[in-house]
């Protein structure tokens, strides 16, 4: 396994790739780095969180650290947990991965990413001990201790139902599908304390079917649950919470992109849109763009990554960004993308606004047809150089005459290139893209695209 962060940390295949002596490894070099007396330990339902959680909280505790293990938990749970305590976290998950996956993120004590310099520096150390470097010499009292602490998620719960402000109970029906993640310990008691009545789905997890065709990345499954219930609305999780899709009474999907709209505009509407701009990714759908510009609300444009978009935020002064994939970023009351606080701010805004949130999705953005192809490729980094690549791009380009937009972007984890294409009509995005991958296959030597 690469031994290098990505933008959601360490990942990869539990017990093969990511195995017990890396995580231990990893907990001593993040002791030993961060110089911190007291971590926070937390992490989602799938089967290898618990080894891998106990094994890091064995190298910090091995280097003299106090370790917290708060048990499952959202990842922005562990995160506001941190800013709440000002003591650094480590969050075993492996997000919307399937469970056999698994990753380690590494969160400062303001509840943020760290910053590139420390990854870089643990990183060296942890490849120094994983190579032979000096065991722990400290032994009696000066040994660290883990402590368990279950209960610390319920003041994480009372922050969400402190987020909003409600006159009177939403008196709304909700559909919620847990994605069998960390939402589902949680979910029940967020939303009665909202006033809300909930039927919950794929909320039993039982360590191996998190994510398995449910939450977020399956959204549309939940649609003929939302009829059969007749629910106002249904919310969407990831297995560790951090992001949400929302579907409305017709049981349609609403994501990322157009909750972002919904919000913006209802926060400019409000005068609470702080500097009058949102941050947003490079993948974010042309609607999206058009609707807030329509609105006088300017558009601050990142890399793909929630972390770049909260730099953004802070670099900016901004209170709301977020990504197409329902990352959603409320400045104000976290730090981190967060589903659970995205859902229920969005219960509070139909709510107050009195209107199903298929009308108020429709209004607020139109939605571009968008066609997505990845491309394998055996050097990605050499799409910069391809000359032939970027001339098609702009040919493309210029026969949507302003009609569309073309992304095309090597992956930073994978041996790929990512095609993006939005349109008018899908068959025009999807002609277009279906041009642009047979550039790409001919150019970089691939053959296959998906």
Not at 136 to 163: F, I, N, Q, S, T
């Amino acid at each position: 396994m690469t031994l290098r962060f990505g933008t959601d940390g360490l990942r990869g295949v539990a017990n093969r790739e990511l195995t017990a002596e890396l995580a231990l490894a990893l907990g001593r070099a993040a002791a030993r780095r961060m110089g911190a007396g007291t971590f926070l330990v937390g992490r989602d339902t799938r089967r290898s969180g618990s080894l891998l959680a106990a094994s890091l909280a064995a190298g910090l505790a091995s280097e003299g650290a106090r370790v917290v293990d708060v048990g499952v938990v959202p990842t922005p749970g562990l995160a506001w947990l941190a800013a709440d305590r000002r003591v650094p976290g480590a969050m075993v998950s492996a997000s919307h991965n399937p469970f056999h996956d698994n990753g380690i993120k590494l969160l400062s004590s303001s509840g943020t990413k760290l910053a590139e310099p420390l990854e870089h520096d643990i990183e060296e150390e942890l490849r120094r001990l994983v190579a032979g470097g000096a065991p722990p010499d400290l032994d009696g009292v000066a040994v660290g201790e883990v402590l368990l602490e279950p209960d610390a998620r319920d003041a994480y719960v009372a922050h969400l139902v402190g987020a909003v402000r409600l006159d009177e109970p939403a008196r709304l029906k909700v559909v919620c599908d847990c994605a069998n993640g960390a939402a589902a310990p949680l979910a029940a008691a967020v939303l009665a304390g909202v006033g809300v009545d909930a039927v919950l789905v794929a909320a039993e997890p039982d360590g191996v079917n998190i994510n398995d065709r449910c939450g977020s990345t399956h959204a549309e499954r939940l649609g003929p649950v939302v009829l059969e219930h007749g629910a106002d609305l249904g919310l969407c999780f990831d297995g560790d919470a951090d992001r949400l899709i929302a579907l409305d009474h017709l049981g349609r999907v609403v994501d990322g992109d157009q909750l972002l709209a919904l919000f913006a505009l209802d926060l400019h509407a409000r005068g609470e849109l702080r500097n009058d701009a949102v941050a947003v990714t490079v993948m974010s759908n042309l609607g999206l763009r058009r609707a807030l510009e329509g609105a006088d609300i300017a558009v601050v444009e990142t890399p793909v990554g929630d972390r770049y978009v909260v730099d953004a935020m802070v670099t900016h002064d901004l209170v709301l960004g977020g990504e197409q994939s329902g990352h959603l970023v409320f400045r104000r009351e976290a730090t981190t993308g967060d589903g659970l606080l995205t859902g229920v701010k969005l219960l509070e805004l139909v709510h107050r606004r009195a209107r199903p949130l298929a009308e108020l999705a429709a209004a607020a953005m139109r939605r571009l047809p968008q066609e997505l192809a990845t491309v394998r490729v055996p050097e990605p980094r050499r799409l910069e150089g391809a000359a032939g690549v970027w001339a098609e791009v702009d040919a493309v380009q210029a026969a949507l005459e302003g009609r569309g937009r073309v992304l095309l972007r090597p992956s930073g984890t994978e041996p790929v290139v990512r095609v993006m294409v939005e349109a008018e009509t899908a068959e025009e995005a999807r002609s277009c893209t279906t041009r642009l991958v047979k550039v790409v296959q001919a150019a970089l030597g691939s053959s296959s695209a998906g």
